[in-house]
C-alpha cells in the first residue's frame, strides 16, 4: 500500500507513535508523518506509508508552506513547557483584558523572528532542547525566521482566551502564547493546541485514529481513507510519458522534452509515477515510486 492517511490526532499521542500505528493498519514498516505535533496538540497530522514517504521531501518544500492552528491561553501562571502539561514554574496576578490581547496580537502579527520555548525539538550541541531542558540546563535559544501571516483573539470562555493563527513552518504556538503574554505584561499558559491546516492537508478531510482502527478491527474497508500519493503535490506541473519512456524513466534514464525548467509530477497514462525535474529540455527522475 503506498499513499497518505490525514489524521485527526487525538491529544496525548505522539506523532510518531500515531504513525506506526496507521502503517500497521496497512501492513507496512514503511511510514513517516509529514510535520509533527506535540503530544498534548490535536488535529491534522497527515502519515505517508510505503513509497509516498519518497514524497515527504517535495510536499514540505513546495506546497504551499503555511499551518493554521486554533489555541488557547490562561493568563497568571507559567509551566516549564509553557504548557499544560508542565510545572508551574510562575504565577501572577494579572489578567490582560480584551483590548490589551487584541493589541497584542496586531503587534506579534508584525514580527519576522521567534524564540523557541526550551521544551523543543530543536539541536542543541548534538541533544534535543527538551533534553537539556529536562536536566534544568540553560539554554540559551536563538531566535528563528517566522511570518505569521494572520494572528487573532476569537473569543473569550471563562478564563481561556482563544486564538487563531496562520503561520510559517517552524512557528511554535507556545512561543506565540509566551510571546502575548508578555506583550500584555504578565504571563501565560497554552491551554490547547488544534491544528486545522499543514501543507495543504484539511481537518475537513482528516480521520480518528481510533475510528480508522476500529473499521480495521472489524474487518471494514479503510482504504477509501488512504489518498494518493500524488495528494497535495497539485502546485507541481504535469508530464505524461509513454510506455517506453516511463520505463526508461523508472530505471533512472534521462528523457528529452520541452516546457520550462522545473519540478514536474510525472505519470505514465493515470498512474503516478514519480517526481522529476526539467533542466535544459531534459527530465531527470528526482523520486520514482
Known sequence: MDGIVILDKDSGVFSRT???RVAKMFRTKKFGHIGTLDPMATGVLPIAIGNATKMIPFIEDICQNRKEYLFGIKFGFQTD?????????????????????????????KTNEQIPPAFSAIHIDGKRAYELARIGQDIDMKPRPITLYKLEFTGKTDEEFNFRVVCSRGTYVRAIVRDIAAICDTIGTTTYIRRTMTNGFSIKNAVKLDFLENL??????????????????????????????AKLYKNGGFIKTDGNDGLRRVYSGKNFIGIGRVDDGTLRPQRTI
Open 18 to 20: 500515531a504513525g506506526g
Open 81 to 109: 513547557t509553557l504548557d499544560i502539561t508542565g510545572k508551574i514554574v510562575k504565577k501572577a496576578g494579572k489578567i490582560p483584558d480584551e483590548n490589551a490581547v487584541k493589541k497584542a496580537c496586531e503587534i506579534l502579527e
Open 216 to 245: 480495521f478491527n472489524n474487518s471494514a474497508a479503510i482504504t477509501k481513507y488512504l489518498m494518493a500519493p500524488d495528494f497535495a503535490l497539485g502546485d507541481i506541473p504535469v508530464i505524461n510519458l509513454g510506455d517506453e519512456d
